[in-house]
């Protein structure tokens, strides 16, 4: 029997009970969409990842001192000293103090507003864009002016969007807002757009300790990253001779690492909702077995007219590959219309463009696996089939 004409067979058997046969694809529709989901927000989650990370600047480095107890400790002077004179690597750092304040406007308290100490060249290596007014400068933090830079939630909120030459108070000191970035996220009180910048001098005045613990460089380009990166690392380690006292670590190292720890979720993810596959192919040996009991008579007969068993056999076979596959093209368009609504839900919803986008390969493996599942799972049902005896068979009712 050729190859075609055994299709038309199974085909007009799935066709002869079409909610049944549904009932067997539900498993591998199932799992076929879930993992194309799954891959494709996967795949959306990386792109976003990246165009987030190019976004803050592919030639930042970060450099955290912990310090691990030790009575040593290195100055921003002497960070801003190693920057100048190696300005064919390193083109800027900032010092970073993060403060735990209360930000009073008016007679309202802005409790989520992060409060971040950093110096002037912060907004370049951040790639932050001014609004209005201007950034942070130099002689601020010489002279510990009272000056500040918010962003675009605090401005819209409190300032009517015209916030520069206004004034806040920071722990009861009377701060005036020189400038405003521009919009870093989705304008709301839990991202960047909330935050309020001020002189690292001051800031590190308002801890406990007065240390500086973290510092943001920006190579001169992105093949410069590595050796910037390598003699941060030795300046850090000549000035605590401990290399636990610091982690120094890139955008691309960070960006390489989140990749890697978002891949092994999506490996995880996929095979747990491919273990759907496998119950679909267990329905659809399940539904060959009684297949075979209902055309007994049928098999009979086509062996009493000749029919080899491997004529018999790859009949079923196809059947059962069939059924597989045409579940795996139903769950393949169940999926990449679960996609695209996912894609706009996360738009509308949350104002992110995180666009979920099944790869080629993932679909063409995703029915693949689905045609295996069903010729392997058919196999069974189709050699019983082969090995029944014509008269036996033909007796049955």
Known sequence: MKFLQSFKLAFSAILASKVRSLLTMLGIIIGVSAVIIIIGLGNGMELYMRDSFESMGSNLITAMIRGRGSMRSISADDLYELVEDNGSVLD????????????????????????????????????????????????????????CVVGTYLANTYFGGDPVGKTLKISGETYT?????????????????????????NAAKMTASGRIGNYSFS?????????AKALIEQRLFKAFGNSNA??????????????????????ILTAIA????????????????????????????????GAKQRNIMSQFVIEAATTGGIGGIIGIGFGYAVSAAATALILNILGENLTVSPTLGSVMTAFGISVA?????????????????????????
Do not use: W
């Open 177 to 201: 807002i020189v400038g405003m970035f521009g919009e870093k996220s989705d304008g709301g009180e839990n991202g960047d757009d909330n935050a309020l910048f001020i002189p690292y001098s």
């Open 92 to 147: 800027a750092v900032s010092p970073e103090v993060s403060v735990s304040a209360v930000v009073k406007i008016g007679t309202e308290i802005s409790d989520r507003t992060g409060i971040t100490g950093v110096g002037e060249d912060y907004c370049r290596i951040r790639r932050y864009e001014m609004a209005s007014g201007r950034f942070i400068q130099y002689v601020d933090i010489l002279r510990r002016h009272k000056v």
């Open 246 to 267: 610091y982690i120094v670590i890139s955008m691309s190292e960070l960006l390489d690492m989140m990749s890697t720890m978002l891949n092994v979720l999506v490996t």
């Open 373 to 397: 599942i069903g010729i392997f799972f058919g196999y069974l049902p189709a050699k019983k089939a082969a090995r029944l005896n014509p008269i036996d068979a033909l007796r049955y009712e």
């Open 219 to 227: 190579s001169v380009s992105e093949e410069t990253v590595e050796a």
């Open 274 to 305: 491919a273990i759907s596959l496998v119950v679909g192919g267990v329905g659809i040996m399940n539904i060959m077995l009684v297949s075979v009991s209902e055309r007994t008579r049928e098999i009979g007969i086509r062996k009493a007219l």
